[in-house]
């Protein structure tokens, strides 16, 4: 067994890595691995676990969290033994771990012996043992499981231990001239803190010790920043006395320089050929059709207007994919604050996008620049040191506006910076540009796709046609633009086409552009015009061989985008390898990642991807590929299924192949947030399995969704993608796959009222299951059959249809069909009266749900026993059973239970006489109900109308 919660809490066996359980049980683990041999009272640990007022159960929840997590750590222990880990001392709880099995025990250990030795002098092993200790930590201890300030300062112990030691250590690293060693560790806690004083101050004396004084200025550099716009302070002496100890090793006094040293430029020296007065305007013009970028040139104009207290001149670095339109804003904003740059403006395309991938060379750059300002060719010096001098000294105390366009990176960048504070450099670069941010202290600026209304209008304003725009096809319009993706480049390119060709009609370019095989051959380049195909191309061709299958790989991804866990099952590799594959995609802005993990390409950079996959890729591994997808989807729909505690159950399918890593949500919330992230992606699945053969049963996908989406309240999107799955089921003869459909088909149905639908699709799926001896599925048809009698009031067969489901059930031994059937026995007799029988039969549910622990279905046990109660007269406790019932079904998002238990909730109320109560929980029924697709179940609405005039009534 080995612990960590110097970093995320992570358990291993062995070799293999153990859930740790949902996150309130995950929290619970890392506070007590963080005061690991010291006892936590229940009243501490329910203080530390939740944000505010803990509910009531707090101390039992705490209780079944320790039993799993004693089952966890220790599967073989008895049940009810404290086992070897995790032991109940007084009113609380001690978790003792060794250094063999917990990072923070290890750390302590070899924290110990460095003091002793450094004690003892032995400052080369105390190096060895802080060396140790620094590389347990992973990350801020606990990785975010901390909810509240006492968690989090329980936490903060930790992470004070290692930023203490680290800097202990970086002291010693520099005395023993090993300060390569602690580098690592160092920067992790500047991260971390990124406000410690002296963490950046040994940090920068490390990398001064490392000979990598530029590094160490730009880390006082970046914290002088932060501590004046967020503290408002200047570094504190610690600081500023590392910064002077990083200037010296590069200090050089005249007394120092050999005699043959160049000596610096000065304009006294220039040669006598040089004009006095040059004011270069090379700017490339102004884009006559420009339109939107009003947040972007926001942002640029308050970073010039903040260039005051600048020591060096102002950088600003824009980035983005290729087509985006970062040289046309760039130039446009370089236009519109030239007047502020009297002493000229310079423009340099760097070519770094081209097809060698080099770029201009610096000495062929700075001749250039220095030929703007004057200095002719035979007048400039030879080398590239030199040639810096002379640029810098010519732009000292001048305002200067560099244009650097296409760069490839910083090192492009560096010798091209004007030598004045008040000059400003402009920067375009399809990459992000963290070295010139590093080192140079650059601004960097994300260039993003216009929105759907600017787009359209850079499209409007390149029509020479006026008719196309005020024609009335606007349609086609907005078709062009999606189908586009907004992409200046592609824009302009079909505004020119249109424009050449006054024939070439709005709707055959959408229809173009609806070809996706074909779609990249609607925006033809040459002559000068680079296109869409070879602006990716050369961000393609820059790809390490794994970035490059990847990206051909990704073209079969889903909308709206791709997990890296379903990437790492689509590549077949390792979770790291695929990692690291995405990264380098992201920076080449070939993928962007959103706010929830997925990667997305924009839609004409999948085209290309597609148009690769295809060319590249055999037959053979397209097909493999998608079936894996499609397998990974399947196994992780399922996993989140099986934390629904689903109640419609079919045998699984076999394992996935190797190379598919199914995701696991790990608790109900994850579970729901999945399904929410997904819903899209899992549609578009069942739409690929039943297009083709692809080894996975498109109905299989489709019946691990019902339950989510009757949660959700989304029951046309139920329906929708049950019949798109039973189509192909029909269409394959799999008389089992129909049967299985069919019987979730009639819950859609049956919840639109049509309930003779319900009744035909349950009978076909009850004939397949008798005539394949499917004892369980014709319990749990029988089960169904009881709704659907009910919701027609034939309760004397509805009752009969229950009480069938449960007797076949206990034949089959199957206890979750047993459940279901005593629900709706309980629930018929309640129609029938019957309510002493319809207690009794309902209590059996609940001891069977808790013995199962299916507690998904206690909240309609709950509604359904109210009911009975309230019938009984025992008005007292069916109010309560209603308001377990809501309570229950808004911890397990089941939309519809809250929404019938509050109606009936109200109706009781109203008929004691509690017209405020009544009107409470009806406003609440029909807020949840304004949540549900189509408005909810037609029934219920026609209900909560009639519930509305009774309520109007009493006004």
């Known amino acids: 067994m080995r612990l960590q919660v110097m970093g995320p809490l992570r358990v291993w066996r062995g070799d293999i890595e153990v859930d740790a359980g949902p996150r309130q049980q995950r929290a619970l683990l890392a506070l007590l691995l963080a005061q690991h041999g010291r006892p936590v009272g229940l009243g501490e640990l329910v203080d530390l676990i939740w944000v505010t007022d803990p509910p009531a159960t707090a101390v039992n929840i705490i209780q079944k969290y320790i039993g799993a997590l004693r089952r966890m750590l220790e599967p073989d222990v008895a049940p009810r033994s404290s086992g070897s880990y995790l032991a109940r001392q007084g009113n609380g709880y001690r978790l003792t771990a060794g250094p063999d099995v917990l990072d923070l025990a290890a750390f302590g250990r070899f924290v110990t012996a460095a003091k002793a030795a450094a004690a003892a002098g032995r400052t080369g092993e105390a190096l060895d043992r802080y060396g140790e200790a620094l590389q347990l930590c992973q990350g801020q201890a606990g990785g975010g499981l901390a909810d509240n300030a006492a968690a989090a300062a329980v936490f903060a112990g930790i992470d004070g231990q290692f930023v203490d030691a680290a800097v202990d250590a970086a002291g010693i690293a520099v005395a023993e001239g090993r300060p390569g060693e602690v580098l690592a560790p160092l920067r992790l806690a500047a991260r971390m803190f990124p406000l410690h004083e002296p963490v950046h101050a040994s940090l920068m004396a490390v990398l001064a010790g490392a000979d990598r004084q530029a590094e160490g200025l730009a880390v006082y550099q970046s914290i002088r920043e932060r501590l004046a716009d967020e503290l408002g302070v200047d570094p504190g002496r610690e600081l500023r006395e590392a910064y002077l100890r990083v200037l010296t090793p590069i200090v050089v006094t005249p007394a120092a320089v050999p005699p043959t040293a160049p000596t610096v430029l000065v304009p006294a020296e220039l040669p006598p050929t040089a004009p006095t007065v040059l004011v270069p305007a090379q700017l490339p013009p102004d884009l006559p059709l420009f339109v939107g970028r009003r947040a972007e040139l926001a942002v640029l104009d308050d970073l010039v207007a903040a260039t005051t207290n600048r020591t060096g001149p102002l950088v600003i670095a824009m980035d983005g994919m290729g087509g985006v339109g970062k040289s046309t804003l760039a130039a446009h904003f370089a236009h519109r604050v030239a007047r502020k740059f009297t002493d000229g403006q310079l423009y340099l395309d760097l070519q770094g996008h081209e097809d060698d991938g080099e770029g201009v060379p610096a000495v062929e750059a700075l001749r250039s620049l220095l030929y703007a ?59 992000p540009q963290v070295g010139l941010a590093v080192l140079g202290g650059a601004r960097l600026i994300r260039v993003d796709l216009p929105d759907r209304q600017v ?39 079909l505004g020119a086409r249109l424009s050449a060709r006054p024939r070439l009609s709005l709707a055959s370019v959408v229809a173009e552009l609806r070809d996706g095989a074909h779609r990249l051959a609607a925006f033809p380049g040459g002559r000068g015009v680079r296109d869409p195909r070879t602006t990716f191309a050369w961000s393609y061709r820059q790809l390490s061989p794994d970035a490059a299958r990847l990206f051909r790989l990704l073209s079969v991804a889903l909308t709206p985008g791709i997990t890296a866990e379903a990437a790492t099952s689509l590549s077949a590799w390792e979770p790291r390898r695929t990692r690291e594959a995405l990264m380098e995609l992201a920076e080449a802005a070939l993928v962007t990642e959103d706010d929830h993990g997925r990667f997305t390409s924009h839609v004409l950079v999948k085209a290309y991807a597609e148009e690769l996959f295809r060319e590249t890729e055999p037959p053979a591994e397209q097909a493999a590929a998608v079936s894996r997808l499609l397998q990974h989807y399947l196994h992780s729909v399922l996993n989140a299924q099986s934390e629904l505690k689903s109640y419609f159950r079919i045998s699984p399918p076999p394992p996935p192949p190797d190379g598919v890593i199914a995701e696991r949500q790990g608790s109900l919330d994850n579970a729901y947030g999945w399904f929410d992230r997904h819903r899209d992606v899992l549609f578009e699945a069942v739409h690929i399995a039943a297009e ?202 089941q939309g519809p239970t809250q929404v019938y238990s509050l109606r009936d909730l109200s109706k009781l109320l109203l008929s004691t006489g509690d017209v405020a109560g009544a009107r409470r929980a009806f406003d609440r029924a029909v807020e949840l109900m304004g949540t549900f697709q189509d408005g909810g179940p037609e029934l219920l609405r026609a209900d909560l109308g009639e519930l509305a005039e009774l309520l109007a009534r009493h006004r």
């Open 373 to 431: 300002l004057g200095l002719r060719g035979a007048d400039a010096p030879e080398s590239l040191e030199a040639l810096v001098g002379t640029y810098r000294s010519l732009t000292a105390g001048k305002r200067i506006l560099v244009l650097l366009d296409n760069v490839r990176d910083q090192s492009q960048v560096q010798p091209l910076l004007p030598g004045s504070a008040g000059s400003l450099v402009l920067v375009t670069s399809r990459l």
């Open 455 to 493: 787009a359209r209008k850079m499209l409007e304003r390149r029509l020479t046609h006026t008719e196309r725009v005020t024609g009335g096809d606007a349609e086609s319009l907005d078709a062009i633009v999606e189908l586009s993706g907004r992409l200046p480049l592609a824009l302009a390119i």
């Open 692 to 893: 083709g053969d692809h080894g996975v049963a498109p109905w299989r996908l489709a019946l691990a969704m019902p339950q989510y989406l009757e949660s959700a309240g989304l029951i046309r999107d139920w329906e929708d993608v049950v019949r798109l799955a039973l189509r192909a089921a029909r269409e394959q003869g799999d008389a089992i796959g129909e049967a299985h459909l069919c019987r979730s088909l009639a819950g859609p149905r049956w919840y639109s009222g049509a309930n003779d639908d319900a009744l035909d699709l349950l009978r076909t799926a009850l004939r397949h299951y008798t005539e394949h001896g499917m004892t369980k599925e014709q319990s749990a048809v029988r089960n169904n059959l009881q709704a659907v009698y009910t919701s027609l009031g034939d309760h004397e067969v509805a009752l009969e249809h229950a009480r069938q489901a449960v007797t076949l059930s206990r034949l089959s031994g199957e206890r979750q069909t047993e459940l279901n059937g005593l629900m709706r026995i309980g629930q018929s007799l309640a129609e029938l009266k019957r309510f002493e029988e319809a207690v009794h039969a309902l209590r059996q549910a609940l001891d069977i749900c808790r013995d199962l622990d299916q507690w998904t279905e206690e909240a309609w046990i709950r509604h359904m026993l109210a009911q009975s109660l309230a019938g009984m007269g025992r008005v007292d406790e069916a109010i309560e059973e209603y308001t377990a019932a809501v309570r229950l079904g808004g911890v397990l998002a």
